[in-house]
């Protein structure tokens, strides 16, 4: 499976952007995906994730302001992300699984994208 991420930028605190997570080789509506973030000098952390039946996690940090959701036509998961903060300046990774249950572990999955960098300023 190839996972491509994209959409990440430098926008200002307060703004919007969209990260979309392209795949190829597995089907995402089969498995549960997910995004994760590294800022520099820190771990890797857990951001959201949905599941097969479409039920949907996210780290308390984010919740209310980013958004989940995945286009099966195309094959393609997205993370829509408001009201956006420095702290949530890192790079973000898409992942799957070979599971249909959400984790919010990242050693739970199996295959990861690229990652895509978001700065925000303030």
């Known amino acids: 499976v190839q996972l491509q991420a994209s959409g990440g930028g430098l926008v200002q605190a307060g703004g919007s952007l969209r990260l979309s997570c392209a795949a190829s080789g597995r089907t995402l509506s089969d498995y549960a995906v997910g995004w994760f973030r590294q800022a520099p000098g820190k771990e890797r952390e857990f951001v959201s994730a949905i599941s097969r039946a479409g039920s949907t996690s996210y780290a308390e940090s984010v919740k209310g302001r980013f958004t989940i959701s995945r286009d099966n036509a195309k094959n393609t998961l997205y993370l829509q992300m408001n009201s956006l903060k420095p702290e949530d300046t890192a790079v973000y990774y898409c992942?799957?699984?070979?599971?249909?249950?959400?984790?919010?572990?990242?050693?739970?999955?199996?295959?990861w994208g690229q990652g895509t960098q978001v700065t925000v300023s303030s």
């Open positions: 992942a799957v699984r070979q599971s249909r249950y959400i984790s919010r572990t990242g050693s739970e999955y199996d295959a």
